[in-house]
Each structure stands twice: as structure tokens, then as C-alpha cells.
Antibody, heavy 124, light 109 residues
Framework: QVQLVQSGAEVKKPGSSVKVSCKASGGTFSSYAISWVRQAPGQGLEWMGGIIPIFGTANYAQKFQGRVTITADESTSTAYMELSSLRSEDTAVYYC?????????????????WGQGTMVTVSS | EIVLTQSPGTLSLSPGERATLSCRASQSVSSSYLAWYQQKPGQAPRLLIYGASSRATGIPDRFSGSGSGTDFTLTISRLEPEDFAVYYCQQYGSSPRLTFGGGTKVEIK
């Protein structure tokens, strides 16, 4: 069974960038979309975007266009999410999640496998 | 973007009772691409229901989903102690505009 293991917690200054990784083990990586979902403290879930590693092209939610970059490295079965121009409102737990089925477009399926989450704190 | 509105915000029930959670979409969700997740404190969400009514692998049959178009329901037939959590609906029929509802907390009365 596929597992997604994310990198550790980060503390960043406003205006800087953060890059979070999500490594897959135990199954197929390249042909399933990986999405990134964030959750601010005490708040709900927010989809940021996703990528299908074998295609290499990412889709982004409009809110994050221009500020987020999602990439994938097939050789290491790892997906990455980089968020720039950080502000305090970006303080959240960031999750990676895998589509339930193979799809042609990221963000077009339910997520059956989730990473453990990475806490990103933005503070001066 | 499809906005999902979940109600009620909080549901206070006792173990053994029936829970009915609502998710209303601002426009029709194509092909019933609607999922439900359960999230407990400090944990990642867990997929319960996809395609509006199909249970995910390993999900007990006390969880059921129904609905189509703009109105969807998650029903927990008899609440077990481990079912007290926050539940989110998600629509995935309008990529790249996948959206989640704001959540319903099911708490012990």
C-alpha cells in the first residue's frame, strides 16, 4: 500500500519561501495525481493544486496562481510544493494527498491516501 | 468556483444515535463527483465516501452517502464513540476548481 511521508515542520519569515516534500513508498507514484491541501489552525481544508508526475504539468487553484509551484521527481517518487512571498495567513498544516484513481487532470478525484501533514509557521 | 455549504456547523448527539449531515452546492456537481472525509484532531482527513454514495475501502456500512445535483447527505446510522470528529464534503467535478465545504463537527452530547 502506498504511503506518503512529508518533510518536517518549518518556521519562516514573512516574504520568504518554503518548500515541502512528499515522498511516496510502497506503490505506483508517477501515474497518480498528487495534490496539496492546506489547513489553517482551526479552519477547513483548502486545495492548492496538484500534479501528475508522469505528465509533469501542474494545475493550481486560482487563489494561489503565481505564488505556488508544484513539482515532482519521478526518480525519487517525491512531490514538492513551494510557496513564495509568505505571510502570516499562510501559517497552516500542509498535506499532500493522492488521487484514488488514475486521472488525466489533477484535482479531478477524491483523495484516498494522505501524508501526515507539515506545519508551516510564518512569523517575524 | 462551486461553493459547498455544510450544515449544521455542529451536531451534538449521543452514541447510538443517527447523524445526518448536509452539503449544499452553489451549482450542480457534475456526475455526482462528491466525497466525504472524516478528520480527527491532529490527523489527516480520511476518505469515507466518493461518487456521492460509494464507500471507500474499509469504511463501515454505518456510513452512507446520498444525493445528487446540489444537495448531498452523509448519514451515520448509529454513532460509535470513534465517529465523533469533523466531517468535510468535497466536490471534484470542476477541476482545477476542486473545493471543500467548511465542515460539520459531530460532538458528544
Amino acid at each position: 500500500q502506498v504511503q506518503l511521508v512529508q518533510s518536517g515542520a518549518e518556521v519562516k519569515k514573512p516574504g520568504s519561501s518554503v518548500k515541502v516534500s512528499c515522498k511516496a513508498s510502497g506503490g505506483t507514484f508517477s501515474s497518480y495525481a498528487i495534490s496539496w491541501v492546506r489547513q489553517a489552525p482551526g479552519q477547513g481544508l483548502e486545495w492548492m493544486g496538484g500534479i501528475i508526475p508522469i505528465f509533469g504539468t501542474a494545475n493550481y487553484a486560482q487563489k494561489f496562481q503565481g505564488r505556488v509551484t508544484i513539482t515532482a521527481d519521478e526518480s525519487t517518487s517525491t512531490a514538492y510544493m513551494e510557496l513564495s512571498s509568505l505571510r502570516s495567513e499562510d501559517t497552516a498544516v500542509y498535506y499532500c494527498a493522492r488521487d484514488q484513481e488514475q486521472q488525466l487532470v489533477p484535482g479531478s478525484d477524491a483523495f484516498d491516501i494522505w501524508g501526515q501533514g507539515t506545519m508551516v509557521t510564518v512569523s517575524s | 468556483e462551486i461553493v459547498l455549504t455544510q450544515s449544521p456547523g455542529t451536531l451534538s448527539l449521543s452514541p447510538g444515535e443517527r447523524a445526518t449531515l448536509s452539503c449544499r452546492a452553489s451549482q450542480s456537481v457534475s456526475s455526482s463527483y462528491l466525497a466525504w472525509y472524516q478528520q480527527k484532531p491532529g490527523q489527516a482527513p480520511r476518505l469515507l465516501i466518493y461518487g456521492a454514495s460509494s464507500r471507500a475501502t474499509g469504511i463501515p456500512d454505518r456510513f452512507s452517502g446520498s444525493g445528487s445535483g446540489t444537495d448531498f447527505t452523509l448519514t451515520i446510522s448509529r454513532l460509535e464513540p470513534e465517529d465523533f470528529a469533523v466531517y468535510y464534503c468535497q466536490q471534484y467535478g470542476s477541476s482545477p476548481r476542486l473545493t471543500f465545504g467548511g465542515g460539520t463537527k459531530v460532538e458528544i452530547k
